[in-house]
Protein backbone atom coordinates (compact mmCIF):
# COMPACT_ATOMS: atom_id res chain seq x y z
CA UNK A 1 0.00 0.00 0.00
CA UNK A 2 1.46 3.10 -1.02
CA UNK A 3 1.13 6.46 1.15
CA UNK A 4 1.28 10.17 0.56
CA UNK A 5 0.97 13.53 1.62
CA UNK A 6 -1.34 15.94 1.02
CA UNK A 7 -2.07 19.63 2.32
CA UNK A 8 -4.47 22.10 2.24
CA UNK A 9 -5.10 25.48 4.29
CA UNK A 10 -8.53 28.20 4.47
CA UNK A 11 -8.26 31.52 5.79
CA UNK A 12 -10.99 34.15 6.90
CA UNK A 13 -9.64 37.94 7.19
CA UNK A 14 -10.04 40.07 10.36
CA UNK A 15 -13.37 42.04 9.41
CA UNK A 16 -12.75 45.01 7.75
CA UNK A 17 -9.17 44.38 6.26
CA UNK A 18 -8.50 43.61 2.62
CA UNK A 19 -4.99 41.85 3.60
CA UNK A 20 -4.56 38.76 5.69
CA UNK A 21 -2.02 38.87 8.56
CA UNK A 22 -1.26 35.44 8.01
CA UNK A 23 0.16 33.32 5.47
CA UNK A 24 0.74 29.71 4.66
CA UNK A 25 3.40 28.36 2.21
CA UNK A 26 4.10 25.06 1.21
CA UNK A 27 6.48 22.98 -1.08
CA UNK A 28 6.50 19.54 -2.02
CA UNK A 29 10.82 18.06 -3.14
CA UNK A 30 10.42 14.40 -3.42
CA UNK A 31 9.37 12.41 -0.45
CA UNK A 32 9.00 15.58 1.15
CA UNK A 33 6.36 17.70 1.95
CA UNK A 34 7.20 21.09 4.14
CA UNK A 35 4.48 23.48 5.28
CA UNK A 36 5.21 26.65 7.38
CA UNK A 37 1.86 28.74 8.45
CA UNK A 38 3.22 32.44 9.86
CA UNK A 39 1.18 34.84 11.77
CA UNK A 40 2.10 38.15 11.61
CA UNK A 41 2.39 41.06 14.41
CA UNK A 42 -1.17 42.91 14.18
CA UNK A 43 -3.28 42.95 11.19
CA UNK A 44 -3.42 44.53 7.83
CA UNK A 45 -0.47 45.27 5.47
CA UNK A 46 2.26 45.13 8.08
CA UNK A 47 0.87 41.87 9.55
CA UNK A 48 0.49 40.43 6.30
CA UNK A 49 4.41 41.84 5.25
CA UNK A 50 5.77 39.89 7.86
CA UNK A 51 3.82 36.45 7.46
CA UNK A 52 4.52 36.44 4.04
CA UNK A 53 8.42 36.90 4.59
CA UNK A 54 8.46 34.54 7.61
CA UNK A 55 6.77 31.50 5.46
CA UNK A 56 8.69 31.93 2.62
CA UNK A 57 12.00 31.97 3.90
CA UNK A 58 11.31 29.49 6.93
CA UNK A 59 9.50 26.88 4.39
CA UNK A 60 12.53 27.50 1.65
CA UNK A 61 15.33 27.26 4.15
CA UNK A 62 13.72 24.13 5.90
CA UNK A 63 12.70 22.48 2.13
CA UNK A 64 16.52 22.58 1.56
CA UNK A 65 17.75 20.40 5.01
CA UNK A 66 18.58 24.06 6.57
CA UNK A 67 19.16 23.35 10.54
CA UNK A 68 15.93 25.64 12.60
CA UNK A 69 18.35 27.16 14.72
CA UNK A 70 20.14 29.01 11.34
CA UNK A 71 16.39 29.00 9.86
CA UNK A 72 15.22 31.42 13.04
CA UNK A 73 18.53 33.62 13.30
CA UNK A 74 18.11 34.67 9.58
CA UNK A 75 14.20 35.47 10.45
CA UNK A 76 15.30 37.70 13.50
CA UNK A 77 17.67 39.33 10.92
CA UNK A 78 15.86 39.63 8.15
CA UNK A 79 12.33 40.68 9.21
CA UNK A 80 11.56 45.27 9.29
CA UNK A 81 11.12 45.63 12.72
CA UNK A 82 7.79 47.65 13.58
CA UNK A 83 8.53 51.70 14.53
CA UNK A 84 5.60 51.14 16.75
CA UNK A 85 5.91 48.22 18.97
CA UNK A 86 9.80 48.38 18.40
CA UNK A 87 9.83 44.39 17.19
CA UNK A 88 9.93 42.45 14.68
CA UNK A 89 7.39 39.61 14.95
CA UNK A 90 5.81 36.81 13.48
CA UNK A 91 4.58 33.43 15.23
CA UNK A 92 4.81 30.17 12.92
CA UNK A 93 4.28 26.28 12.87
CA UNK A 94 6.54 24.44 10.76
CA UNK A 95 5.91 20.69 9.62
CA UNK A 96 8.55 18.68 7.55
CA UNK A 97 7.51 15.33 6.95
CA UNK A 98 7.71 12.65 4.14
CA UNK A 99 5.52 10.06 2.76
CA UNK A 100 5.82 7.46 5.05
CA UNK A 101 4.62 10.28 7.85
CA UNK A 102 8.07 10.29 9.88
CA UNK A 103 9.15 13.77 10.52
CA UNK A 104 8.89 17.19 12.85
CA UNK A 105 7.17 19.56 13.64
CA UNK A 106 8.40 23.49 15.20
CA UNK A 107 6.25 25.88 16.87
CA UNK A 108 6.60 29.31 17.73
CA UNK A 109 3.81 31.51 19.51
CA UNK A 110 1.53 30.03 17.63
CA UNK A 111 -1.49 27.93 19.12
CA UNK A 112 -0.74 24.29 20.30
CA UNK A 113 -1.23 22.00 16.76
CA UNK A 114 -3.44 19.39 16.81
CA UNK A 115 -2.96 15.84 15.56
CA UNK A 116 -5.88 13.78 14.76
CA UNK A 117 -4.80 10.22 15.61
CA UNK A 118 -6.72 7.05 15.22
CA UNK A 119 -10.48 8.46 15.32
CA UNK A 120 -9.92 11.24 17.55
CA UNK A 121 -7.88 14.69 18.43
CA UNK A 122 -4.87 14.10 20.92
CA UNK A 123 -2.11 16.30 21.89
CA UNK A 124 1.73 15.55 20.41
CA UNK A 125 4.84 15.59 22.84
CA UNK A 126 6.72 18.45 22.56
CA UNK A 127 9.87 19.13 23.40
CA UNK A 128 11.71 22.59 24.55
CA UNK A 129 14.28 24.72 22.75
CA UNK A 130 15.77 28.18 23.33
CA UNK A 131 16.87 29.70 19.96
CA UNK A 132 18.14 33.09 19.62
CA UNK A 133 16.51 34.03 22.65
CA UNK A 134 12.98 32.33 21.24
CA UNK A 135 11.42 29.29 22.97
CA UNK A 136 10.82 26.84 20.10
CA UNK A 137 9.08 23.82 20.49
CA UNK A 138 9.61 20.61 18.36
CA UNK A 139 7.34 17.53 18.10
CA UNK A 140 8.81 13.92 16.20
CA UNK A 141 6.27 13.13 13.87
CA UNK A 142 5.46 9.42 13.13
CA UNK A 143 2.16 9.51 11.47
CA UNK A 144 0.14 6.52 10.50
CA UNK A 145 -2.65 6.27 7.44
CA UNK A 146 -5.66 9.15 7.74
CA UNK A 147 -3.61 10.58 10.70
CA UNK A 148 -3.81 14.30 10.48
CA UNK A 149 -1.54 17.34 11.55
CA UNK A 150 -3.54 20.73 12.23
CA UNK A 151 -1.79 23.93 12.54
CA UNK A 152 -3.54 27.45 13.32
CA UNK A 153 -3.04 31.10 13.82
CA UNK A 154 -4.17 32.29 17.50
CA UNK A 155 -7.93 33.46 15.60
CA UNK A 156 -8.89 30.48 16.03
CA UNK A 157 -8.63 30.31 20.19
CA UNK A 158 -10.10 33.85 20.12
CA UNK A 159 -13.10 32.83 18.15
CA UNK A 160 -16.19 34.36 19.96
CA UNK A 161 -14.89 36.63 22.65
CA UNK A 162 -17.18 38.89 24.16
CA UNK A 163 -19.73 37.39 21.43
CA UNK A 164 -20.94 34.00 21.55
CA UNK A 165 -18.31 33.46 24.18
CA UNK A 166 -16.68 34.85 27.17
CA UNK A 167 -12.84 33.80 26.59
CA UNK A 168 -12.69 32.28 22.86
CA UNK A 169 -13.00 28.90 21.72
CA UNK A 170 -11.00 27.01 24.14
CA UNK A 171 -8.44 24.35 22.68
CA UNK A 172 -10.53 21.10 24.20
CA UNK A 173 -13.53 22.64 23.22
CA UNK A 174 -11.70 22.98 19.45
CA UNK A 175 -10.48 19.16 19.72
CA UNK A 176 -14.29 18.04 21.12
CA UNK A 177 -15.93 19.81 17.91
CA UNK A 178 -13.33 18.00 15.69
CA UNK A 179 -14.01 14.51 17.51
CA UNK A 180 -17.28 14.82 16.00
CA UNK A 181 -17.20 15.97 12.24
CA UNK A 182 -13.69 14.77 10.90
CA UNK A 183 -14.08 11.59 9.07
CA UNK A 184 -11.41 9.79 7.55
CA UNK A 185 -12.64 10.21 3.99
CA UNK A 186 -12.42 14.05 4.19
CA UNK A 187 -9.42 15.72 2.44
CA UNK A 188 -6.63 17.91 4.09
CA UNK A 189 -8.34 20.62 2.74
CA UNK A 190 -11.80 19.88 3.86
CA UNK A 191 -10.15 19.31 7.66
CA UNK A 192 -8.69 22.75 7.56
CA UNK A 193 -12.34 24.40 6.24
CA UNK A 194 -14.25 22.41 8.91
CA UNK A 195 -12.50 23.95 11.25
CA UNK A 196 -11.95 27.79 9.58
CA UNK A 197 -15.55 27.83 8.96
CA UNK A 198 -16.70 27.16 12.69
CA UNK A 199 -14.35 29.92 13.81
CA UNK A 200 -16.00 32.08 11.29
CA UNK A 201 -19.70 30.84 12.64
CA UNK A 202 -18.43 31.91 16.62
CA UNK A 203 -17.25 35.86 15.19
CA UNK A 204 -20.68 35.52 13.42
CA UNK A 205 -19.12 36.72 10.08
CA UNK A 206 -17.46 39.47 11.47
CA UNK A 207 -13.63 37.90 12.70
CA UNK A 208 -11.86 39.86 15.13
CA UNK A 209 -8.73 38.66 14.10
CA UNK A 210 -6.91 36.83 10.87
CA UNK A 211 -8.14 33.03 11.19
CA UNK A 212 -6.45 30.66 9.49
CA UNK A 213 -6.14 26.59 9.37
CA UNK A 214 -3.45 24.74 7.74
CA UNK A 215 -3.96 20.85 7.54
CA UNK A 216 -1.44 18.11 6.46
CA UNK A 217 -2.71 14.85 6.33
CA UNK A 218 -1.36 11.15 5.13
CA UNK A 219 -3.85 9.10 3.03
CA UNK A 220 -3.45 5.94 0.51
CA UNK A 221 -2.85 6.69 -2.84
CA UNK A 222 -5.39 7.07 -5.20
CA UNK A 223 -5.08 6.95 -9.17
CA UNK A 224 -7.26 8.07 -11.38
CA UNK A 225 -7.38 8.14 -15.06
CA UNK A 226 -9.68 10.68 -16.81
CA UNK A 227 -10.31 10.59 -20.78
CA UNK A 228 -11.18 13.64 -22.13
CA UNK A 229 -12.19 12.77 -25.64
CA UNK A 230 -11.06 10.95 -28.95
CA UNK A 231 -8.00 10.32 -30.41
CA UNK A 232 -6.93 11.80 -33.71
CA UNK A 233 -6.44 8.65 -35.66
CA UNK A 234 -9.49 6.37 -35.82
CA UNK A 235 -7.61 3.44 -35.85
CA UNK A 236 -5.39 3.88 -32.39
CA UNK A 237 -8.86 3.91 -30.56
CA UNK A 238 -8.36 0.43 -29.01
CA UNK A 239 -4.79 1.28 -28.34
CA UNK A 240 -5.29 4.49 -26.73
CA UNK A 241 -8.16 3.09 -24.51
CA UNK A 242 -6.28 -0.11 -23.51
CA UNK A 243 -3.95 2.66 -21.73
CA UNK A 244 -6.55 4.74 -19.82
CA UNK A 245 -8.21 0.82 -18.62
CA UNK A 246 -4.72 -0.07 -17.35
CA UNK A 247 -3.51 -0.30 -13.64
CA UNK A 248 -5.04 0.01 -10.46
CA UNK A 249 -7.02 3.34 -10.92
CA UNK A 250 -10.87 4.58 -11.20
CA UNK A 251 -11.51 5.20 -14.23
CA UNK A 252 -13.38 8.18 -16.11
CA UNK A 253 -14.67 9.22 -19.25
CA UNK A 254 -15.80 13.05 -19.97
CA UNK A 255 -17.60 12.91 -23.58
CA UNK A 256 -20.25 11.17 -25.69
CA UNK A 257 -17.67 10.11 -28.14
CA UNK A 258 -15.63 9.00 -25.91
CA UNK A 259 -18.25 7.63 -24.36
CA UNK A 260 -18.73 5.20 -26.99
CA UNK A 261 -15.19 4.39 -27.96
CA UNK A 262 -15.19 3.19 -24.53
CA UNK A 263 -17.82 0.72 -24.26
CA UNK A 264 -17.12 -0.17 -27.33
CA UNK A 265 -14.07 -1.50 -26.28
CA UNK A 266 -15.37 -3.53 -23.40
CA UNK A 267 -18.57 -4.72 -25.20
CA UNK A 268 -20.57 -3.35 -22.81
CA UNK A 269 -23.89 -1.32 -23.45
CA UNK A 270 -23.61 2.75 -22.59
CA UNK A 271 -26.73 4.08 -20.83
CA UNK A 272 -27.82 7.36 -20.15
CA UNK A 273 -29.43 8.75 -17.05
CA UNK A 274 -32.51 11.00 -17.32
CA UNK A 275 -32.27 12.95 -14.34
CA UNK A 276 -31.02 16.64 -14.50
CA UNK A 277 -29.89 17.19 -11.39
CA UNK A 278 -28.48 20.69 -12.03
CA UNK A 279 -30.54 22.13 -15.43
CA UNK A 280 -27.09 23.54 -16.31
CA UNK A 281 -24.92 20.04 -16.34
CA UNK A 282 -25.62 17.46 -18.73
CA UNK A 283 -26.63 13.95 -17.62
CA UNK A 284 -24.37 11.51 -16.49
CA UNK A 285 -24.15 7.45 -18.23
CA UNK A 286 -23.42 4.64 -17.04
CA UNK A 287 -20.62 2.03 -18.55
CA UNK A 288 -19.83 -0.96 -16.66
CA UNK A 289 -16.38 -1.45 -15.47
CA UNK A 290 -16.13 2.62 -15.46
CA UNK A 291 -16.44 4.71 -12.42
CA UNK A 292 -17.96 7.47 -13.57
CA UNK A 293 -19.25 8.56 -16.97
CA UNK A 294 -20.21 12.87 -17.95
CA UNK A 295 -20.67 14.93 -21.39
CA UNK A 296 -17.83 16.59 -22.42
CA UNK A 297 -16.93 20.53 -22.58
CA UNK A 298 -19.88 21.58 -20.46
CA UNK A 299 -19.24 19.52 -17.49
CA UNK A 300 -15.74 20.62 -17.90
CA UNK A 301 -16.76 23.92 -17.77
CA UNK A 302 -18.68 23.75 -14.71
CA UNK A 303 -15.68 21.57 -13.15
CA UNK A 304 -13.35 24.53 -13.99
CA UNK A 305 -15.52 27.09 -11.82
CA UNK A 306 -15.96 24.22 -9.16
CA UNK A 307 -12.35 23.83 -8.94
CA UNK A 308 -11.18 27.89 -8.86
CA UNK A 309 -13.59 27.96 -5.93
CA UNK A 310 -12.36 24.61 -4.21
CA UNK A 311 -9.21 26.53 -4.59
CA UNK A 312 -9.73 29.62 -2.80
CA UNK A 313 -8.33 29.56 0.98
CA UNK A 314 -11.06 32.35 1.57
CA UNK A 315 -14.03 29.45 0.64
CA UNK A 316 -15.71 28.13 4.00
CA UNK A 317 -18.27 26.46 1.59
CA UNK A 318 -18.35 22.24 2.55
CA UNK A 319 -15.25 20.68 -0.03
CA UNK A 320 -17.85 17.69 -0.39
CA UNK A 321 -19.86 17.75 -3.19
CA UNK A 322 -23.19 16.87 -1.85
CA UNK A 323 -24.82 17.31 -5.97
CA UNK A 324 -25.36 14.25 -7.46
CA UNK A 325 -24.81 16.42 -11.57
CA UNK A 326 -21.90 15.16 -13.67
CA UNK A 327 -19.51 18.10 -12.47
CA UNK A 328 -20.12 17.35 -8.91
CA UNK A 329 -19.33 13.80 -9.09
CA UNK A 330 -16.59 14.30 -11.13
CA UNK A 331 -15.10 16.95 -8.76
CA UNK A 332 -15.38 14.69 -6.04
CA UNK A 333 -13.23 12.26 -7.87
CA UNK A 334 -10.45 14.63 -8.86
CA UNK A 335 -10.47 17.24 -5.79
CA UNK A 336 -11.59 15.20 -2.68
CA UNK A 337 -10.51 11.13 -3.30
CA UNK A 338 -7.33 11.64 -6.10
CA UNK A 339 -3.87 12.09 -5.21
CA UNK A 340 -2.79 11.19 -8.94
CA UNK A 341 -4.36 11.87 -12.07
CA UNK A 342 -3.68 10.89 -15.46
CA UNK A 343 -5.65 12.48 -18.32
CA UNK A 344 -5.88 10.96 -21.55
CA UNK A 345 -6.93 14.39 -24.14
CA UNK A 346 -7.66 12.53 -27.61
CA UNK A 347 -7.70 16.02 -29.99
CA UNK A 348 -9.74 14.56 -32.69
CA UNK A 349 -12.57 17.45 -33.94
CA UNK A 350 -15.94 16.97 -32.64
CA UNK A 351 -18.41 16.81 -35.80
CA UNK A 352 -21.33 17.48 -33.07
CA UNK A 353 -19.59 20.36 -32.37
CA UNK A 354 -19.78 21.80 -35.89
CA UNK A 355 -21.35 25.23 -36.18
CA UNK A 356 -20.94 26.01 -32.09
CA UNK A 357 -18.62 27.98 -30.29
CA UNK A 358 -16.88 24.92 -29.21
CA UNK A 359 -13.32 24.03 -30.90
CA UNK A 360 -10.34 22.00 -30.09
CA UNK A 361 -8.53 24.99 -28.75
CA UNK A 362 -11.12 25.70 -26.28
CA UNK A 363 -11.53 22.23 -24.78
CA UNK A 364 -7.47 21.95 -24.66
CA UNK A 365 -7.53 25.05 -22.49
CA UNK A 366 -10.03 23.85 -20.61
CA UNK A 367 -8.28 20.61 -19.50
CA UNK A 368 -4.97 22.95 -18.79
CA UNK A 369 -6.37 25.19 -16.68
CA UNK A 370 -8.13 22.47 -14.84
CA UNK A 371 -4.22 20.71 -14.54
CA UNK A 372 -2.89 23.63 -13.66
CA UNK A 373 -5.52 24.31 -10.40
CA UNK A 374 -5.26 20.57 -9.14
CA UNK A 375 -1.79 20.96 -9.54
CA UNK A 376 -1.90 24.27 -6.72
CA UNK A 377 -4.39 21.27 -4.72
CA UNK A 378 -1.17 19.45 -4.21
CA UNK A 379 -2.40 16.66 -6.40
CA UNK A 380 0.42 14.90 -9.35
CA UNK A 381 -1.13 15.30 -12.63
CA UNK A 382 0.09 13.68 -15.79
CA UNK A 383 -1.43 15.01 -19.50
CA UNK A 384 -1.36 12.87 -22.39
CA UNK A 385 -2.19 14.16 -25.48
CA UNK A 386 -3.00 11.83 -28.53
Given at each position: ??????????????????????????????????????????????????????????????????????????????LPVCHVRGVAYSTFSLIRVNNEGRGFLY????????????????????????????????????????????????????????????????????????????????????????????????????????????????????????????????????????????????????????????????????????????????????????????????????????????????????????????????????????????????????????????????????????????????????????
Amino acid sequence: MELCMEYGCTSVNKYGEELCGDNVVSMTDGDYTTLVLADGLGSGVKANILSTLTSKILCTMAANGIDIDECVETLIQTLPVCHVRGVAYSTFSLIRVNNEGRGFLYEFDNPQAIYYHGGKCVDLTREEFDICGKLVYKSELDLEENDVIMVMSDGTIHAGIGQILNFGWERQQIMDHLDRNIKDTMSARAVACLLTSACNDLYLDKPGDDTTVAAVKIRRRINVNIMVGPPVDKEKDNFYVSQFMEGDSKKVVCGGTSSQIVARYLNKPLRTSFDFPDKDVPPIGYIEGVDLTTEGVLTMRRLLELSEKYLSINDLTPKVFTKQDGASLLANVLFEEATHVRFFVGQSVNVAHQGLPIDITMKMKLVEKLASNMRAMGKVVVLNYD
